[in-house]
């Protein structure tokens, strides 16, 4: 069965209207564009740069002789950092648009999700449409669709080796982007679908570029380093690379929606009736997204904001840079109107709150799906 997917009731109150007219009078006032500026465009220089650079200096110990190799995993280690910083703050503000104010910029810049081996079209519409429509929303929320392997929510089926889920999930992180980039796309890409729905039918370009992109990356990542470094360094150094990067991003969008205190919705509820999700959109945002250590600037300058993920949810068309200024007018609008606001003070209690849901989801009895 197809899940449904729901729609949103209205709470008859003002609270997104209230909240998206004080936001629009912040950005007036100042005289600011929401999308990116300087201090984004700088972040984007450093990433587009650096990775080459990494690359190159790997490659050439190669070529020095006498160059220890551990020095080439250091560097392999460096550029799953990279890539996940590129992913934060240059492929995810393009993918929604917020890069810039042109459309042809944004779809330039969408493609650095492609220099990282994934591809765009397909990841927008898992992303853009059904995550951010459907947040949390089991059946139709591909990021929580994670089962049988992991388990996020109470209305997903238990399975006995999820008693031990809190301790192998990590081991599950290092690899994904590894199942990400060459199975799961390839699935989705195959089949037209993500999670059962039907994704827009694909352009020549698009074909295009998810086969170039992935051959290019192939040929970087993996042929390159095999030919340089022989077969097992090769491989070896493909996974440093991609276990420091899935760990981060699987980490970073965890901490964002599998938490103790978010709310859960399963579409199967709603597919034999009219009835809609009991909050209206935005409500339904706040209720299913959980912000962490806003206090760091490191933090919001690696993350590209996205330790404020509920004001990603509520304003995708922002660019992150300007989401610290515009947290105070959330919390302020949320505690208005008796909307429950969720933050996380620091970066690991946000982690040892996704240990204790993990672990709580690991069980066979598990607490009814939170009241909004």
Known sequence: MTPFKPGFAHNGNNFYAELRQEIEHYFTSNKKAKTGNGKLYRKTAFALLFVPALLALSFSTAFWGNSPMWVNYVLFALLGVMHAFTGFNVMHDACHGSFSSKPWVNNIFQHSLGLLGSHAPIWKFKHNVLHHTWTNVDGVDDDIAKSPMLRHCPTQTFKPAHKYQH?????????????????????????????????????????????????????????????LFGAFHGLMLFLTLHVVL???????????????????????????????????????????????????????????????????????????????????????????????????????????????????????????????
């Open 167 to 227: 301790i192998y999930m990590f081991g599950l992180y290092a690899i994904s982007t590894i199942w990400w980039l060459f199975g799961n796309d390839s699935i989705k890409y195959a089949k037209g679908k993500v999670n059962h729905q039907s994704m827009p039918k694909m352009t020549a370009v698009d074909h295009l570029t998810f086969w170039g992109f992935k051959l290019l990356y192939a040929g970087v990542y993996i042929a390159a380093p095999i030919y």
């Open 246 to 372: 899935g760990v981060l991003l699987s980490v970073v969008f965890q901490l964002a929606h599998a938490v103790e205190g978010m709310h859960f919705e399963n579409s199967l509820e709603y597919s034999e009736t009219d009835d809609k999700i009991a909050n209206e959109w935005a409500v339904h945002q706040v209720l299913t997204t959980n912000n962490f250590a806003t206090k760091s600037p490191l933090a919001t300058w690696f993350m590209g904001g996205l330790n404020f993920q509920v004001e990603h949810h509520l304003f995708p068309k922002i660019s992150h840079v300007h989401y610290p200024n515009i947290n105070p007018i959330l919390i302020r609008t949320c505690e208005k109107y008796g909307v429950k606001y969720s933050e996380m003070p620091t970066f690991w209690k946000a982690i040892k709150s996704h240990l204790r849901w993990m672990r709580l989801m690991g069980k066979e009895e598990h607490p009814r799906l939170s009241v909004a």
